[in-house]
């Protein structure tokens, strides 16, 4: 592969795979499929799915590329198709559920108690991160997706809103109830874990 | 500034997005009230813990080797060249 295609915007690149660059679409897929693979993850929680969605997603992104007016809004359109594919692929396995969250989130202005002061080994021992995982494995689909994509991915809220098709406001939303879901199940861990510790 | 107000504004706040004047206001707020006090830092912790999930495994090297050579075929079948 040419060394120079990785210094290359993802602009220029596309505009080569238009023309039939084999490197420029080693370098895409080089660049974007790791980022694909664990969306899909993310998504079906399922290795053997991710493959196959980060599959399906090059393959319908090489046939449908010279339909891509703007070569320069690229990787928005990558995501999209990669949303997609991974949602269509829980409708098809029927495990896609967009369940409302009946908890009073929204009241919740407080913690009683402060975690925020438990030293570093705690805060991020494996323990904690299994809570973590759990719980954003744990949230409804597309407040998942957006925790991940920004919290996890670190994704801008415009991208967002492009890749799932929502409003800025709704991924805003979905975003503050997701984290307020998350700071209450390690709020109630580290509770535990510190009364246990008091306890020994 | 009440309580309500004031949780409404993390997000904003760790966004970068908030007014000067919004920020000030916000500080003095949570300098008198300590449940805010300690909202703000549980809810920024749990954003700064979030980062630090770690990703999921990397496809495998023959998926890799295997999705390569399919979009090469790909790509070239729809230029009319030979692979």
């Known amino acids: 592969m040419s060394k120079e295609n990785k210094d290359l915007s993802d602009e220029i690149l596309v505009g080569r795979i238009k023309k039939g660059d084999r490197d420029a679409l080693e370098e895409i897929v080089k660049r974007y499929s790791q980022k694909i693979y664990n969306l899909a993850l993310h998504v079906t929680r399922d290795a053997a799915a991710a493959e196959e969605i980060m599959q399906e997603v090059f393959l319908t992104i090489l046939s449908k590329i010279h339909a891509l007016t703007h070569d320069a809004y690229f990787s928005t359109w990558l995501y999209r198709v990669a949303m997609n594919a991974a949602y269509g692929y829980l409708r098809k396995e029927r495990k896609y559920t967009e369940q409302t969250v009946s908890e009073d989130l929204e009241n919740e202005t407080a913690a009683e108690y402060d975690w925020s002061s438990l030293s570093d080994d705690i805060l991020v021992s494996e323990e904690s991160k299994d809570i973590l995982r759990t719980s954003i494995d744990s949230l409804p689909d597309t407040m998942r997706m957006v925790v991940i994509l920004k919290d996890v991915e670190g994704f801008k809220n415009e991208e967002i809103s492009q890749a799932l098709d929502l409003s800025v406001p709704a991924v805003k939303s979905r975003l503050h109830r997701g984290r307020l879901i998350l700071r209450r199940a390690l709020g109630d861990y580290f509770r535990r874990y510190s009364y246990s510790g008091a306890e020994e | ?83």
Not at chain 2, 54 to 77: F, G, I, N, V, Y
């Open chain 2, 1 to 83: 500034m009440n309580c309500m107000l004031c949780s409404k504004l993390f997000q904003e706040y760790l966004d970068n997005t908030l007014s000067e004047e919004l920020i000030h206001e916000l500080n003095l707020h949570m300098e008198h009230c300590s449940r805010c006090r300690v909202f703000f830092r549980t809810y920024s912790l749990t954003v700064t813990l979030s980062r630090k999930v770690e990703q999921p495994c990397c496809p495998s090297e023959e998926t890799m080797e295997r999705l390569t050579a399919l979009l090469c075929d790909k790509l070239c079948s729809l230029h009319g060249k030979r692979p």
